[in-house]
């Protein structure tokens, strides 16, 4: 067992961590305050290689490994909760489900221009009455010659008012409930299509949240992906994904507040000593510490057997449950820390309190994920093969 | 046009402070190490000239064999190639003795560029001595580079407060200051590939060269005296100035 990171992670761990230092903490706080998207990103993120890190060269991609996206995640949400949704519903929940479900014509016309950057991607499966319930999504695809028409509309869509492509899910067969469910590729353009921003959210302010409203949308046959009826093993692979970077990032989330905490705890006094000297506090430091490192081994954990190709549902889920919820406490124990300082915006960890309740509810419920563990655990669960299984990293593949 | 850039692997300035006098002593330092940030500079100043100029950029550096990561990094933001040269006991004179072999033996380098300074020697003479042993002209201070051509390049070097246009024959020793311009970030793709490379190591016999014992002996490793940092109110303007004066800081 080797838990060290090869020299190419530690140079991307490195180069990520600079680009966040210097590119997006000493701004995103002014854009979260102002409830604005730092659209200025996405080209930089783009020549870095972020938006298609772990796509092979071939289609776009950096042709870097899954735990090399981990390393990412973790990085940019270091800096702010929001810039990392930009990488899971981009790259994790759109393009990796190219890669994954989508045919080799599909892979050069969509997922090439996803991968370097030249558009962006969102993800649009949730409504207003189907959430973690998936199986009660009420949008409608038709077929209609060689195309489908789309009816419906999505809520709480990461990007929508951002992407270029929106990969959304829709009923072909409404009886047949989760089985009758479809993935589909929309463009920014078509007819029919219209996207807006939710506002007033507890969280996460820099990052775009919006609806999409498909009003007799005619999509192409060709940009079905997956086979029709097949849109709910995709939209949870899909989740697998997602998730493994919310994991990621929530352990980046934990170090940011962590290095606050230490940081304000060795310089400010209380009853004649720095605060790091009391007890209650070092409890708190600890647990950071602690938990820090089981959600980053959760994490790598998964990006190891992404590279394996080995299937990774229960393992994602774990690391996601697990980071999100301690992401939480980490920064509310951060709050505490800081005492009223931490209350005001002035020291910036009331941010990242703020955006971690949204990482426990999205991807998955803290209680889906506990429901789901309980099956596996209960042997009630096992996890089948899929028709296209996310592909195990292959150097000399990836890179050709 | 061929530019060679000479970089060292140096302790991160954001963790100098936790360095003991006795472990700088020993040169076993147990904090990370970085580029130095000086010389990223140097990178980045000789990788935009060869792509407004044309021309290659090999990046070199003496040290031990954890320095192979500066020169990665060289490679992931641009460079074509990279050298290890394995010493870990010279000094200033000694590494300029030991790069000047070596880009004796190379024959084609035209430029040279090196950061100011280091943040761990702070001397500033590896450019100057580098120069004097391969009999080349050295330009300090460079701030910005106006021109390349095929025998020559015109810089802007900046000396106290006085700014120069200064133009010389190549080959030739720069030596650059931060304000040239920021380092550009690797993108992943490069830093793939040269994280991948196998780099060529040289010693000091492969240079033809003795390794040259050090001329500059340190004795005494000490911490600066922690700075007496202090909160004081005045009353009036006046008093302030005098304080201010009597410090001399005014």
Redesign the interface.
Known sequence: MDFAFITEHEMVQKTVRDFAEKEIRPVIGEYDREHKYPHFLLPKMAELGVMGICIPVRYGGAGMDYISLGIVSEALEWADASVRETIAVHLALNAMTVFQWGTEEQKQRLLAPLATGAKVGCFGLTESGAGSDVAALKATARKDGDDYILDGEKMWITLADVADYLLVFAKTDPAKKHRGITAFMLERGMAGLSTGAIEDKMGVWASNTGWIAMNAVRVPARNRIGEEGEGFKVAMSALDNARYTVAAGASGGIRAVMEASLRYSQERETFGKKIAEHQLVQQMLAKMALNYDIATLLWQRVGWLKNQGVRNTRETSQAKWFATEAAWEAASDAVQIHGAYGFSAEYGVERYLRNAKGAAIYEGTTQIHQLLQATYALGWRRDKPLRCELPAYDPEYWQE | MKYLVCVKQAPDTAELPKVKAEEAASGELSIQL?VNPWDEHALESAIQSSEDYGGSVGVITVGGEKAI?AL??GL?MGCAEATLIEDTEADAWGVATLLAAAIEQMGDVDLVFTGQLTVDGNSGMVPIALARKLGWPVLTGVAKIIEVTDDSIVVERVVGEARLTVKTQAPAVLSVIKEIGEPR?????K??K???VKIPTLTASDLGVDAPAPVVQMDNYRKPPARDAHVQLFDNASDLVDALLAEKVL
């Open positions: 970085v990561d990665r990094s992931a970030y690797p993108t992943f793709i830093i793939r040269a994280a991948r």
